[in-house]
T-cell receptor, first 114, second 110 residues
């Protein structure tokens, strides 16, 4: 059973650029959630994807967007990067309607915006 | 909006001492989850509590869910260096999200 994998692990961008982060969910999981974790803080929910559609969103602007593919993998896209977007971006997979929203996290993608 | 508060932010202990972190929600929770994040790592699921007043143990870790299902605690007995990390509580919010506490960082004094 493979876990959640994310790529890239680290990246550096400049203000105004765009970034795409990728995530492969754990085998058997059908739901992907994305979280942003700033240094020293708890993860903040960005959105969740199920059946290739966004079905829940946190308090993030539209320049944060995503996709889920038929194989349940997912992408997070961030446009017009701002300095405050510097953070660890965590992807978590889970099983919808399993009775427990237990998340399995990937190792994260650490984004630095200069 | 719904909030989950967690205290303390940091706890420094000597190896062998006990550690406790407390979690309080602004709303009643259907369940609460606990995760551990090692330095430089990602959150790893520890346990989920569902019932009012529930107490669960995992070796030296004891988890409690309050009677009103608005608070929870994690107690570690006789801490070891392998316990180092940040412990987060998280409860379900709207839109399928988990609302996370800010975490309590366990630091073992040298």
């Amino acid at each position: 059973e493979t876990g959640v994998t994310q790529s890239p692990t680290h990246l550096i961008k400049t203000r105004g650029q765009q970034v795409t982060l990728r995530c492969s969910s754990q085998s058997g999981h059908n739901t992907v959630s994305w979280y942003q974790q700033a240094l020293g803080q708890g993860p903040q929910f960005i959105f969740q994807y199920y059946r290739e559609e966004e079905n829940g969103r946190g308090n993030f602007p539209p320049r944060f967007s995503g996709l889920q593919f038929p194989n349940y993998s997912s992408e997070l896209n961030v446009n017009a990067l701002e300095l405050d977007d510097s953070a660890l971006y965590l992807c978590a997979s889970s099983i919808k309607n399993s009775g427990a929203n237990v998340l399995t996290f990937g190792a994260g993608s650490r984004l630095t915006v200069l | 909006g719904q909030q989950v508060m967690q205290i303390p932010q940091y706890q420094h202990v000597q190896e062998g001492e006990d550690f406790t972190t407390y979690c309080n929600s602004s709303t009643t929770l259907s369940n609460i989850q606990w995760y551990k994040q090692r330095p430089g790592g990602h959150p790893v699921f520890l346990i989920q509590l569902v019932k009012s007043g529930e107490v669960k143990k995992q070796k030296r870790l004891t988890f409690q869910f309050g009677e009103a299902k608005k608070n929870s605690s994690l107690h570690i007995t006789a801490t070891q260096t392998t316990d180092v990390g940040t412990y987060f509580c998280a409860g379900p919010g709207s839109n399928y999200q988990l609302i996370w506490g800010a975490g309590t960082k366990l630091i073992i004094k040298p």
